[in-house]
Nanobody, 115 residues
Framework: QVQLVESGGGLVQAGGSLRLSCAAS????????MGWYRQAPGKQRDLVAR???????VYADSMKGRSTISRANSKNTVYLQMNSLRPEDTAVYYC?????????WGKGTLVTVSL
């Protein structure tokens, strides 16, 4: 089992920034691919960014250039720095860990971007 706890969401004005954190436990964190996904009301859950154990990253086109995913293996934590936020970025953001064929999810943290 991998437990994930997100934090850092909140209300921000358009153009602002937020840094999300995800603390992981229950596995050897440094070996686990991690990711951030988001789900807006009435929409499917979509990838925001992923990071491999070695630090390679992939970003969704919608967040490319406006976000940075990083990981601190010594702290068992993955981060998502989001800048130039837009109202359409409003969603619940979920942390994801892939261990073998199994996906683990946190409970999510709400990000609301106002005009």
């Amino acid at each position: 089992q991998v437990q994930l706890v997100e934090s850092g969401g909140g209300l921000v004005q358009a153009g602002g920034s937020l840094r999300l954190s995800c603390a992981a436990s229950g596995a050897i964190f440094s070996l686990i691919p991690m990711g951030w996904y988001r789900q807006a009301p009435g929409k499917q859950r979509d990838l925001v960014a992923r990071i491999t154990p070695s630090g390679s990253t992939v970003y969704a086109d919608s967040m490319k250039g406006r976000s940075t995913i990083s990981r601190a293996n010594s702290k068992n934590t993955v981060y998502l720095q989001m800048n130039s936020l837009r109202p359409e970025d409003t969603a619940v953001y979920y942390c994801n860990a892939k261990r073998g064929a199994t996906d683990y999810w946190g409970k999510g943290t709400l990000v609301t971007v106002s005009l």
